[in-house]
T-cell receptor, first 113, second 112 residues
């Protein structure tokens, strides 16, 4: 029940295209859903996050879509650029105080010119 | 500059030896975490600490130990009991009451 399932494992997108990464969760107590971006040899960094009271959040070219009834959320990267090539992790946790963060298994994105 | 530092970046150890990975933060964060990253498995929680002198086991604590004597420091010891220690180790911290985790640059441990 604590799992966060992420797909695809890897993704190749042409420059200017849309990258889409999907995640699904089971624990209905989760109410914070971040996405982290990790470049090779570096630690992950928070990219964008959403709470379940909204269905979509956009920051620049990055958008999270959230479907509470389906317990799914996804990251869309519009106008994908070679600099977006990285590994992306979705995650989920509860709200407030210390809450354990459960991470997906990661998606390695490659944007080709 | 505020942030999290991990040292060393690369670490080699002979089988059967204990090794300690350093993690220091100057963000004044209360909570600190250790994760292990393996290809295709995401980030798995080893230990976490919410306050000084207190820490809890995560999902894969066997073969690891930690201490939290200072708010700024959370070292991880990989003991000889850890059967498959070769991995990328990430330290993170977060402020009280917030979910966002701030990660260090990681230490890649290789057992020879």
């Amino acid at each position: 029940q604590q799992q966060v399932k992420q797909s695809p494992q890897s993704l190749i997108v042409q420059k200017g295209g849309i990258s889409i990464i999907n995640c699904a969760y089971e624990n209905t107590a989760f109410d914070y859903f971040p996405w982290y971006q990790q470049f090779p040899g570096k630690g992950p960094a928070l990219l964008i996050a959403i709470r379940p009271d909204v269905s979509e959040k956009k920051e620049g070219r990055f958008t999270i879509s959230f479907n509470k009834s389906a317990k799914q959320f996804s990251l869309h990267i519009m106008d994908s650029q070679p600099g977006d090539s990285a590994t992306y992790f979705c995650a989920a946790s509860g709200e407030g105080g210390y809450q354990k963060v459960t991470f997906g298994t990661g998606t390695k994105l490659q944007v080709i010119p | 500059d505020g942030g999290i530092t991990q040292s060393p970046k690369y670490l080699f150890r002979k089988e059967g030896q204990n090794v300690t990975l350093s993690c220091e933060q100057n963000l004044n964060h209360d909570a600190m975490y250790w994760y292990r990253q393996d290809p295709g498995q995401g980030l798995r929680l080893i230990y976490y600490s919410q306050i000084v002198n207190d820490f809890q086991k995560g999902d894969i604590a066997e073969g690891y130990s930690v201490s939290r004597e200072k708010k700024e420091s959370f070292p991880l010891t990989v003991t000889s009991a850890q059967k498959n220690p070769t991995a990328f180790y990430l330290c993170a911290s977060s402020p009280r009451g917030f979910n966002e985790q701030f990660f260090g640059p990681g230490t890649r441990l290789t057992v020879l």
